[in-house]
């Protein structure tokens, strides 16, 4: 809707209702895998034993990456959105136009991967032990001279699946000069 009471104003705003089906991906997707490069350090919880089971040697002291790993779900539900906006355009010159809009977006069952940061340190600090909902964990291949320690991280895979919400807002203000 928009309202003009006099030339050099105007009023605005808008209101919607959405829907987004998952993806294919999202839905039926077969794993995906993406590498992600880190690296063992001392300050980290589980960090300096494990560096010492392996006698700090390059194997566990280097940089190495890791897979996270994504998996379509097809219970997947369809995002739903609302979002409003409302503004003001003002032209109080022919060279110059002023715009100010607030913009409100909610968005529910946003389709999502969870969030797996916490299971790399996890991994390390509980000896390959992780207990990160939704996030599972595989060792990578053993060190070749201590095969019995714990090896690197390997693998973080993890499902598609709906987050409770996600909401933004905020002001848009734009300015154009002729």
């Known amino acids: 809707a928009q309202i003009q009471p006099i030339k050099q104003v105007k009023f605005r705003a808008t209101y919607s209702k959405g829907f987004a089906i998952p993806s294919f991906n999202e839905a039926y997707g077969l794993p995906t895998t993406g590498y992600i490069g880190n690296q063992v350090t001392t300050s980290q919880d589980g960090g ?20 996270l790993t994504s998996i379509g779900n097809p219970a997947v539900k369809p995002e739903k959105s609302t979002s409003y906006t409302m503004g003001i355009v003002l032209d109080p010159v022919r060279w110059l136009t002023v715009t100010v809009d607030y ?58 699946g709906n987050a409770n919400a996600l909401k933004t807002n905020g002001f848009d203000v734009t300015a154009e000069i002729q």
Do not use: E, M, R, W
Request: glycine residues 8%; proline residues 9%.
């Open 48 to 67: 300096q034993a494990f560096l010492n089971a392996h006698g700090n040697d390059p194997y566990a002291s280097a940089s190495y990456s890791y897979g």
């Open 103 to 160: 913009y409100n977006i909610k968005v529910k069952n946003l389709i999502t991967t969870p969030n797996c940061s916490a299971a790399v340190a996890q991994y390390y600090a509980n000896n390959g032990v992780t207990n990160v909902p939704g996030c599972v964990t595989a060792p990578g291949v053993p060190d070749a001279l201590f095969p019995n320690a714990l090896p690197l991280l390997g693998t973080i895979t993890s499902f598609y």
